[in-house]
């Protein structure tokens, strides 16, 4: 039987990537007041749910998913973490 | 004495917000053949460090930089989780 899994999925530009939104928002932020600001990086956050046998099936799911669509393996890294769904 | 702290902010969109880009990778994902996949929603995923005299400063700037910049409160939710810095 599947279990229905809740994953956020965390994907960053690599360290040696410019990032010149967050470049900009650091800017913004400084402009808005707030000098300490440093080291500003934007990435996407991915929710979704998916049915696997088990937690290691999801997991090796979403490696596969992050590497052919939602995540750029060249400039970016992916990591997530997962959940079994609890229905309310 | 201020604290330099990372902090994650984690910013999706409202419930009851469309969302096409989630529904768009979710299509995606369905034709390279995870089926199971659903309820996909896109946010965004931003890291920063600031300095602040202690925790309960830190999070108030952070609320405050969302409010302002960093999420569109109309659309949006926004979390974040902040530690203290450690440099290597």
């Known amino acids: 039987m599947s279990t229905q899994y809740q994953c956020c999925i965390y994907v960053t530009l690599r360290p040696s990537v410019l990032d010149p939104a967050g470049t900009a928002v650091r800017s913004g932020l400084k402009q808005l007041g707030y000098e300490s600001v440093e080291d500003v990086r934007i990435g996407k956050y991915i929710e979704l749910t998916l049915s696997a046998e088990d937690e290691s099936d999801a997991r090796e799911q979403l490696d596969r998913m992050c590497d052919q669509l ?12 997962i959940k079994p769904l609890v229905r309310g």
């Open 70 to 81: 939602l995540a750029n393996p060249v400039i970016e890294n992916y990591r997530f973490d």
